[in-house]
């Protein structure tokens, strides 16, 4: 009888709650408003031709080196983030591999890491949250072949120092380090002006969030050229898709737009963390587009403002996030919305009235 692989057939389900998302979407880190004009203007002048062919891949990844100022080489556009991590643990681990990721963190690594017969060694947070990279150090061992750090992190919004990553990364030359930069634009900060110095160091980016391009799959795998020859030998010829591949140069050449929405998502953010003070729910000060909070029953929450218009994501059983939602944000016009229903939620369940919402 047939039967999958044995690292298959124990591997846990991810099923996102992708069903019935009627409403404000707060829920899935996502652009809340749209992508770039420029790049609906460009889907409008797509050809039957355009579609008839298989992509091409490379023009595109030239434009896309030249934007982030790096060598076409060292640069692999993938099918999303997600991809990007698929790819590195097809090329990297094998049956009794190690690998080191921090939990609490983005689902994906796991099964990836998982479907490839390795394991995963999970470090926790440290207080609040912060990066465990002394303990991460710690568990390097000579089985250590995959090291993933989400920078910032999700659902905590916490970042690594750059200096501990780089401690990370010379402790386990055998490994591969991932920093998945899926939420840089909302940081600022990234560890590809490093990358020369660290030979086994790979970046992630994606164009998921705040380009507002989730439903085109599209990010970027970064790493030193030798690496990625290997890592493209993995990857199919035709892993990005036409119609991303034409997009993308409209939505990477319109900067103002994405540093007009960075913004307001950054003044969104400065907002919900006086408003969730004001209230004395717990949270985690987030240099995302998201903020993780404890309000206590998750799942009633997330339904009572559910019923409210807004979509917002119960983490409550993630590692050490109980009773924990987190909430996307986006611009002002969408933060008064939440605003209003936090505070009805909150109200409703007894927490102290009266907090100014401004
Ligand atoms: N990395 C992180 C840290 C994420 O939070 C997400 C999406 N939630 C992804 C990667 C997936 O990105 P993509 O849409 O590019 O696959």
Request: some cysteine; aromatic content about 6%.
């Amino acid at each position: 009888m047939l039967s999958p692989r044995e690292a298959v057939r124990t591997l846990p389900s991810y099923h996102p709650p992708l069903v019935g998302r009627n409403g404000l979407r707060l829920d899935f880190n996502e652009n809340t408003t749209g992508c770039s004009p420029r790049v609906l203007e460009r889907l409008r002048r797509l050809s039957a031709e355009d579609l008839t062919k298989y992509p091409e891949r490379e023009p595109v990844e030239a434009v896309v080196a030249g934007a982030l100022g790096i060598a076409a080489p060292e640069l692999l556009l993938t099918n999303g983030v997600d991809e990007a991590i698929h790819l590195l643990c097809e090329t990297y681990l094998e049956g009794g591999d190690e690998a080191l990721i921090v939990v609490p963190t983005y689902s994906m690594y796991r099964i990836y890491i998982l479907a490839s017969g390795a394991q995963v060694l999970s470090i926790p947070a440290g207080k609040d949250f912060s990066f465990p990279g002394g303990d991460l150090c710690g568990h390097i061992t000579a089985r250590t072949r995959l090291i993933v750090v989400a920078n910032p992190n999700n659902p905590t919004g916490t970042v690594a120092p750059l200096k501990e990553i780089l401690r990370i990364a010379n402790s386990a030359p055998s490994a591969a380090v991932l920093v998945d930069e899926a939420y840089f634009e909302f940081y600022g900060q990234t560890v590809l002006t490093i990358r020369s110095e660290v030979p086994n160091l790979f970046v992630a980016r994606t164009f998921s969030k705040a380009y507002g391009l989730a439903g085109l799959r599209i990010g970027v795998l970064v790493g030193a050229a030798e690496q990625m020859c290997a890592v493209r030998r993995v990857s199919s010829p035709y892993n990005v898709n036409a119609v991303a591949l034409a997009c993308l140069p409209e939505a990477l050449r319109d900067q103002a737009y994405i540093e007009q929405y960075v913004s307001e998502v950054r003044d969104s953010r400065t907002r919900l963390e006086r408003v969730l003070r004001e209230f004395g729910i717990q949270f985690w000060p987030s240099q995302a587009n998201f903020v993780l909070m404890r309000v206590g029953e998750a799942a009633a929450f997330v339904e009572q403002m559910r019923r409210r218009g807004i979509l917002v994501r119960d983490r409550s059983s993630d590692h050490a996030c109980e009773g924990c939602v987190r909430i996307t944000l986006g611009p002002r016009a969408h933060s008064d919305r939440l605003f209003t229903a936090l505070q009805e939620t909150l109200e409703g369940r007894g927490i102290e009235q009266g907090a100014s919402l401004r």
